[in-house]
Protein backbone atom coordinates (compact mmCIF):
# COMPACT_ATOMS: atom_id res chain seq x y z
CA UNK A 1 0.00 0.00 0.00
CA UNK A 2 3.04 2.61 -1.13
CA UNK A 3 0.56 5.36 -2.27
CA UNK A 4 -2.08 4.33 0.74
CA UNK A 5 0.81 6.92 2.96
CA UNK A 6 2.16 9.25 0.65
CA UNK A 7 1.60 12.78 1.08
CA UNK A 8 -2.15 13.91 -0.01
CA UNK A 9 -2.25 16.53 -2.86
CA UNK A 10 -0.59 19.58 -0.86
CA UNK A 11 -2.10 18.79 2.30
CA UNK A 12 1.00 16.80 4.22
CA UNK A 13 -0.88 14.17 5.31
CA UNK A 14 -1.32 10.04 4.07
CA UNK A 15 -3.53 9.94 0.97
CA UNK A 16 -5.82 7.83 2.79
CA UNK A 17 -6.57 10.11 5.41
CA UNK A 18 -6.48 13.19 2.53
CA UNK A 19 -9.46 10.84 0.88
CA UNK A 20 -11.38 10.15 4.28
CA UNK A 21 -11.33 14.00 4.69
CA UNK A 22 -12.75 14.49 1.20
CA UNK A 23 -15.75 12.43 1.63
CA UNK A 24 -16.58 13.36 5.36
CA UNK A 25 -16.44 17.19 4.03
CA UNK A 26 -18.71 16.73 1.15
CA UNK A 27 -20.60 14.08 3.54
CA UNK A 28 -21.26 17.28 6.07
CA UNK A 29 -21.71 19.70 2.92
CA UNK A 30 -24.37 17.21 1.70
CA UNK A 31 -25.92 16.79 5.21
CA UNK A 32 -26.31 20.69 5.62
CA UNK A 33 -27.37 21.63 2.45
CA UNK A 34 -30.52 18.56 2.65
CA UNK A 35 -31.45 20.31 5.97
CA UNK A 36 -31.54 23.74 4.40
CA UNK A 37 -33.21 22.72 1.18
CA UNK A 38 -35.77 19.95 2.93
CA UNK A 39 -38.38 22.92 3.44
CA UNK A 40 -39.18 23.04 -0.14
CA UNK A 41 -41.92 20.76 -0.75
CA UNK A 42 -41.99 19.63 -4.94
CA UNK A 43 -44.74 17.55 -6.44
CA UNK A 44 -43.59 14.34 -8.26
CA UNK A 45 -46.11 13.29 -11.05
CA UNK A 46 -48.32 16.47 -11.39
CA UNK A 47 -50.36 14.71 -14.00
CA UNK A 48 -50.23 11.32 -11.97
CA UNK A 49 -48.05 8.39 -11.66
CA UNK A 50 -47.30 6.11 -15.02
CA UNK A 51 -50.35 3.45 -15.80
CA UNK A 52 -47.04 0.56 -15.61
CA UNK A 53 -46.17 2.26 -11.22
CA UNK A 54 -50.49 1.85 -10.66
CA UNK A 55 -51.37 5.13 -12.02
CA UNK A 56 -51.27 7.07 -8.63
CA UNK A 57 -51.78 10.22 -8.38
CA UNK A 58 -49.39 13.39 -8.28
CA UNK A 59 -46.67 13.02 -4.63
CA UNK A 60 -45.59 16.14 -2.83
CA UNK A 61 -42.31 15.22 -1.67
CA UNK A 62 -39.50 17.42 -0.06
CA UNK A 63 -36.90 18.53 -1.87
CA UNK A 64 -33.87 16.74 0.52
CA UNK A 65 -35.08 13.48 -0.81
CA UNK A 66 -32.71 14.34 -3.71
CA UNK A 67 -29.88 14.93 -1.95
CA UNK A 68 -30.23 12.67 1.43
CA UNK A 69 -29.78 9.66 -0.53
CA UNK A 70 -26.17 10.85 -0.87
CA UNK A 71 -25.51 10.30 2.37
CA UNK A 72 -26.09 7.01 2.25
CA UNK A 73 -24.00 6.05 -0.66
CA UNK A 74 -20.83 8.34 1.18
CA UNK A 75 -21.24 5.95 4.43
CA UNK A 76 -21.18 2.59 2.38
CA UNK A 77 -18.01 3.87 0.65
CA UNK A 78 -15.89 4.95 4.09
CA UNK A 79 -17.46 1.50 5.31
CA UNK A 80 -16.28 -0.43 2.28
CA UNK A 81 -12.50 1.08 2.60
CA UNK A 82 -12.18 2.36 6.14
CA UNK A 83 -14.81 0.53 7.95
CA UNK A 84 -17.35 0.40 10.61
CA UNK A 85 -15.21 3.22 13.19
CA UNK A 86 -14.64 5.46 10.17
CA UNK A 87 -17.96 5.23 9.05
CA UNK A 88 -19.51 6.31 12.76
CA UNK A 89 -17.05 9.31 13.16
CA UNK A 90 -18.56 10.47 10.04
CA UNK A 91 -22.22 10.04 11.23
CA UNK A 92 -21.55 11.62 14.50
CA UNK A 93 -19.37 14.63 12.25
CA UNK A 94 -22.17 15.15 10.15
CA UNK A 95 -25.08 15.38 13.31
CA UNK A 96 -22.43 18.10 14.94
CA UNK A 97 -22.40 19.82 11.99
CA UNK A 98 -26.10 19.72 11.40
CA UNK A 99 -26.33 21.50 14.74
CA UNK A 100 -23.55 23.98 13.87
CA UNK A 101 -25.70 24.90 11.14
CA UNK A 102 -28.82 24.89 13.51
CA UNK A 103 -27.03 27.31 15.51
CA UNK A 104 -26.00 30.21 12.76
CA UNK A 105 -29.42 30.10 11.39
CA UNK A 106 -30.99 31.04 14.43
CA UNK A 107 -27.79 33.67 15.13
CA UNK A 108 -29.02 35.13 11.38
CA UNK A 109 -32.79 35.43 12.03
CA UNK A 110 -32.10 37.01 15.37
CA UNK A 111 -29.84 39.84 14.10
CA UNK A 112 -32.47 43.04 13.01
CA UNK A 113 -32.28 43.52 9.45
CA UNK A 114 -30.76 46.48 7.92
CA UNK A 115 -33.38 49.60 5.66
CA UNK A 116 -30.48 48.73 2.69
CA UNK A 117 -31.88 45.03 2.66
CA UNK A 118 -33.91 45.21 -0.03
CA UNK A 119 -34.26 43.48 -3.48
CA UNK A 120 -36.02 45.76 -6.51
CA UNK A 121 -35.71 43.01 -8.67
CA UNK A 122 -38.38 40.87 -7.57
CA UNK A 123 -40.51 43.86 -6.61
CA UNK A 124 -39.38 43.96 -2.60
CA UNK A 125 -38.68 47.31 -1.17
CA UNK A 126 -39.21 46.66 2.24
CA UNK A 127 -36.62 45.16 4.90
CA UNK A 128 -39.28 43.68 6.68
CA UNK A 129 -40.67 41.78 4.05
CA UNK A 130 -37.19 40.76 2.90
CA UNK A 131 -37.14 39.69 6.60
CA UNK A 132 -39.77 37.39 6.43
CA UNK A 133 -38.79 35.71 3.29
CA UNK A 134 -35.57 34.88 4.92
CA UNK A 135 -37.51 33.60 7.66
CA UNK A 136 -39.65 31.77 5.78
CA UNK A 137 -37.06 29.93 4.59
CA UNK A 138 -35.27 28.59 7.49
CA UNK A 139 -37.90 27.94 9.39
CA UNK A 140 -37.58 24.16 11.07
CA UNK A 141 -40.80 23.84 12.93
CA UNK A 142 -39.28 21.92 16.39
CA UNK A 143 -40.90 18.54 16.14
CA UNK A 144 -40.16 18.09 12.38
CA UNK A 145 -36.76 19.38 13.36
CA UNK A 146 -36.57 16.88 15.95
CA UNK A 147 -38.05 14.02 14.01
CA UNK A 148 -35.44 14.61 11.11
CA UNK A 149 -32.44 14.84 13.30
CA UNK A 150 -33.41 11.83 15.41
CA UNK A 151 -34.07 9.64 12.30
CA UNK A 152 -31.14 10.54 10.51
CA UNK A 153 -28.61 8.92 13.78
CA UNK A 154 -30.64 6.40 13.83
CA UNK A 155 -30.68 5.53 10.05
CA UNK A 156 -27.10 6.50 9.40
CA UNK A 157 -25.69 4.53 12.63
CA UNK A 158 -27.92 1.22 11.42
CA UNK A 159 -26.69 1.36 7.73
CA UNK A 160 -23.54 1.51 8.71
CA UNK A 161 -23.89 -1.44 11.00
CA UNK A 162 -26.30 -3.19 8.74
CA UNK A 163 -24.01 -2.80 6.23
CA UNK A 164 -20.95 -4.95 7.61
CA UNK A 165 -23.60 -7.51 8.64
CA UNK A 166 -24.29 -8.07 5.19
CA UNK A 167 -20.62 -8.06 4.43
CA UNK A 168 -20.30 -11.10 6.89
CA UNK A 169 -23.08 -12.89 5.28
CA UNK A 170 -21.89 -12.76 1.66
CA UNK A 171 -18.71 -13.63 2.73
CA UNK A 172 -17.36 -9.98 1.38
CA UNK A 173 -19.21 -10.99 -2.03
CA UNK A 174 -21.78 -9.35 -4.00
CA UNK A 175 -21.30 -5.33 -2.66
CA UNK A 176 -24.51 -4.49 -4.51
CA UNK A 177 -26.72 -6.61 -1.45
CA UNK A 178 -24.48 -5.14 1.27
CA UNK A 179 -25.04 -1.58 -0.80
CA UNK A 180 -28.80 -2.19 -1.18
CA UNK A 181 -28.88 -4.11 1.93
CA UNK A 182 -28.28 -1.76 4.31
CA UNK A 183 -29.34 1.14 2.50
CA UNK A 184 -32.94 -0.08 2.18
CA UNK A 185 -33.41 -1.01 5.37
CA UNK A 186 -32.33 2.10 6.98
CA UNK A 187 -34.24 4.44 4.21
CA UNK A 188 -37.63 2.43 5.42
CA UNK A 189 -36.42 3.59 9.41
CA UNK A 190 -35.77 6.75 8.52
CA UNK A 191 -38.91 7.43 6.68
CA UNK A 192 -40.96 5.72 9.20
CA UNK A 193 -39.38 7.68 12.20
CA UNK A 194 -39.71 11.15 10.59
CA UNK A 195 -43.37 10.55 9.12
CA UNK A 196 -44.50 8.82 11.89
CA UNK A 197 -43.31 11.51 14.54
CA UNK A 198 -44.39 14.87 12.61
CA UNK A 199 -47.37 14.10 10.47
CA UNK A 200 -49.15 12.28 13.43
CA UNK A 201 -47.72 14.17 16.75
CA UNK A 202 -47.48 17.27 14.84
CA UNK A 203 -50.04 17.69 11.71
CA UNK A 204 -52.59 15.53 13.42
CA UNK A 205 -53.05 13.27 10.14
CA UNK A 206 -54.43 9.34 10.23
CA UNK A 207 -52.27 6.47 10.40
CA UNK A 208 -54.00 5.70 6.93
CA UNK A 209 -52.85 8.85 5.51
CA UNK A 210 -49.70 8.55 6.92
CA UNK A 211 -49.22 4.98 5.55
CA UNK A 212 -49.88 5.92 1.80
CA UNK A 213 -47.22 8.99 2.52
CA UNK A 214 -44.50 6.76 3.74
CA UNK A 215 -44.99 4.02 0.65
CA UNK A 216 -44.55 6.33 -1.57
CA UNK A 217 -41.34 8.35 -0.22
CA UNK A 218 -40.42 4.95 0.78
CA UNK A 219 -40.71 4.21 -3.03
CA UNK A 220 -38.68 6.83 -4.21
CA UNK A 221 -35.87 6.29 -1.83
CA UNK A 222 -35.70 2.62 -3.06
CA UNK A 223 -35.17 3.75 -6.57
CA UNK A 224 -32.73 6.26 -5.84
CA UNK A 225 -30.98 3.70 -3.55
CA UNK A 226 -31.11 1.26 -6.54
CA UNK A 227 -29.47 4.07 -8.54
CA UNK A 228 -26.64 4.64 -6.74
CA UNK A 229 -25.26 1.14 -6.86
CA UNK A 230 -22.90 1.46 -10.07
CA UNK A 231 -21.91 4.99 -8.08
CA UNK A 232 -20.72 2.72 -5.27
CA UNK A 233 -18.83 -0.14 -7.66
CA UNK A 234 -16.71 3.34 -9.40
CA UNK A 235 -16.11 4.77 -6.25
CA UNK A 236 -14.52 1.87 -4.80
CA UNK A 237 -12.49 1.17 -7.96
CA UNK A 238 -10.90 4.88 -8.15
CA UNK A 239 -10.02 4.71 -4.16
CA UNK A 240 -8.65 1.48 -4.52
CA UNK A 241 -6.64 3.03 -7.68
CA UNK A 242 -5.51 6.37 -5.83
CA UNK A 243 -4.78 4.61 -2.60
CA UNK A 244 -3.10 1.32 -4.20
CA UNK A 245 -5.29 -1.14 -2.89
CA UNK A 246 -5.80 -4.66 -3.77
CA UNK A 247 -8.55 -5.07 -6.39
CA UNK A 248 -10.48 -7.50 -5.04
CA UNK A 249 -14.02 -8.26 -5.94
CA UNK A 250 -14.45 -10.10 -2.43
CA UNK A 251 -12.71 -8.62 -0.02
CA UNK A 252 -12.46 -10.18 4.19
CA UNK A 253 -12.75 -6.74 5.22
CA UNK A 254 -12.30 -3.23 4.60
CA UNK A 255 -8.64 -2.75 3.38
CA UNK A 256 -8.18 0.73 5.87
CA UNK A 257 -10.03 -0.80 8.57
CA UNK A 258 -8.72 -0.97 12.47
CA UNK A 259 -7.44 -4.71 11.88
CA UNK A 260 -5.89 -4.70 8.44
CA UNK A 261 -4.39 -0.63 9.41
CA UNK A 262 -0.45 -1.29 10.28
Request: charged residues 15%; contains cysteine; proline residues 6%.
Amino acid sequence: MALATEAGPGQGMPRSEAAYVWIVAMFAVVLVLTNIVGVKLFVLFPEGGPAWLGGFGPVTLTTGIVTYPLTFLATDVVSEIWGKKRAHLMVVLGFVMSLLMLGVIIVARALPPSPFWVNPDMGIDDPAAMQHAFDVSFTYPGLLLFASMSAYLVAQLFDVRLYHFWWKVTGGRHMWVRNNGSTMISQLLDTAIVNSIYLRWGLGMEWDVILSICVAVYLCKVGLALLDTPLIYLARRLLRDYLDLPQTSAPAAAPLGPSTRK
